[in-house]
Structures are given as structure tokens and as C-alpha cells.
């Protein structure tokens, strides 16, 4: 496999960890998942940013995505080499590790802020920007090491885990300019 090809699919793999953010922007409100709650040090545990209806959005955002990227490429191109799986239970279960990680990541993300006496959208460098795939990867690592292996890690595939490393602090800031264009977020990062 090429090395281009290589650096697409770390990047094709790695969309169903970054979608959920903004499906979380777009469907998120009601209740927090902290309910509101403090911790000792007198701020929310999570804040007002991180809500159930957000959680479960974004989620589903991610996994809704990667079952089309895993049709597209099993029943439409005929490519199973652009499949996260060619079983569809293992895809599922990899796409949720992926999805669910990276909300648990945001999640982390707003509780170190918090911890930090930041309020909700205050900028938080290097965090802000990788707390969706260290989530995803705290999930997808132990529990599908050998899928994380074979597409992350293995040979020539280092070079994909360094290009997304590269690449996310990039498309972290277009897609939060577009949120915040569209009136969906309140900062534009
Ligand atoms: N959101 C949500 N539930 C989540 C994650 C996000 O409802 N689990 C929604 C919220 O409306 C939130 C918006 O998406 O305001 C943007 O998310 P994010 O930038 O992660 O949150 P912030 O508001 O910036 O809060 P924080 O300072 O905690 O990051
Ligand atoms: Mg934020």
C-alpha cells in the first residue's frame, strides 16, 4: 500500500471520532449530565456545555457515519480495504468504541477545565484540540488493539497516526469557525 493511501485512510478512519462534536453542537441542550452538580473546588463538574441529549447525539452522529463510510465502502466501491470491518458486528463495536470514546473525551476535557477554574468556551490549548481522539484511543486501544494496530501503528501506518496528530489542530479549528459562523457555537474554537 502506498504511502498516500496510507494517510487517506488514517484520516477516513478516524471521522467517525471526530463527527461527534459537531453532532453534538447540533442536537445538544436540555439536561447536563453532571445535573448541575459542583465539585469542592466550587466549579461544575462539567459545566452546562456537556449535556445527556449532546452525549447520546454525538454518539450516534459518529457511528451513523461510519456505517455509511463501511457501506460505501463494502457495497459500493467494493473496497474492503476502506472497511473499518468486513464484519459488521466488529464494525459497529469499533465504531462505538471510536464515537463513544470521543464524547468520553470531550467529557475528560470539560472536567480538566473545570478543574482549572475555566469557564465554559474559555480557551484550553492542546486539549481543545485532542481530547476527542485521546478519548477515542483511551476506548479503541486496549479493547481493538489489533485494528488500531493494523491501521495506526503497523509499518508504514505510523506515518497515518502522525498525519492526524498533525491534521486534527486543523480541522479543530474550520469546523469551529463553521459552528460558530452558523450561530452554533459560541466561540470560534
Ligand atoms: N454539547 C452538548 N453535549 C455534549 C457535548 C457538547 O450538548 N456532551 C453541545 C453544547 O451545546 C456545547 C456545544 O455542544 O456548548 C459545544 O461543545 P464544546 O465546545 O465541547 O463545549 P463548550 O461549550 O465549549 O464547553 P467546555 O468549556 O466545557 O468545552
Ligand atoms: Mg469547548
Not at 464494525?91 to 476535557?109: K, P, Q, R, V, Y
Not at 465554559?120 to 494496530?149: E, R, S, T
Not at 498533525?166 to 469557525?177: E, F, M, W
Amino acid at each position: 500500500m502506498g504511502l498516500l493511501v496510507i494517510l487517506a485512510q488514517a484520516v477516513w478512519f478516524i471521522l467517525p471520532a471526530l463527527a461527534p462534536s459537531s453532532g453534538a453542537v447540533l442536537v445538544g441542550g436540555g439536561s447536563p449530565i453532571d445535573f448541575g452538580k459542583k465539585t469542592k473546588d466550587g466549579s461544575r463538574v462539567l459545566g452546562g456545555g456537556k449535556t445527556w441529549r449532546g452525549l447520546a447525539g454525538g454518539t450516534l452522529t459518529g457511528m451513523v457515519l461510519g456505517t455509511i463510510q463501511n457501506y460505501l465502502a463494502l457495497n459500493v466501491f467494493n473496497e474492503p480495504n476502506w472497511a473499518f470491518s468486513t464484519s459488521w458486528t466488529s464494525t459497529f463495536l469499533i465504531l462505538f468504541l471510536l464515537a463513544f470514546g470521543s464524547m468520553m473525551g470531550d467529557m475528560l476535557g470539560s472536567f480538566c477545565k473545570r478543574r482549572c477554574g475555566k469557564k465554559k468556551g474559555d480557551k484550553f490549548p492542546v486539549m481543545d484540540q485532542y481530547d476527542l481522539i485521546i478519548g477515542a484511543f483511551i476506548f479503541v486501544i486496549p479493547l481493538q488493539w489489533a485494528w488500531f494496530n493494523a491501521h495506526y501503528v503497523e509499518g508504514q501506518h505510523i506515518f497515518g497516526l502522525v498525519f492526524i496528530l498533525i491534521l486534527i489542530p486543523l480541522l479543530h479549528r474550520i469546523t469551529n469557525i463553521i459552528g460558530f459562523k452558523m450561530g452554533k457555537k459560541e466561540v470560534p474554537w
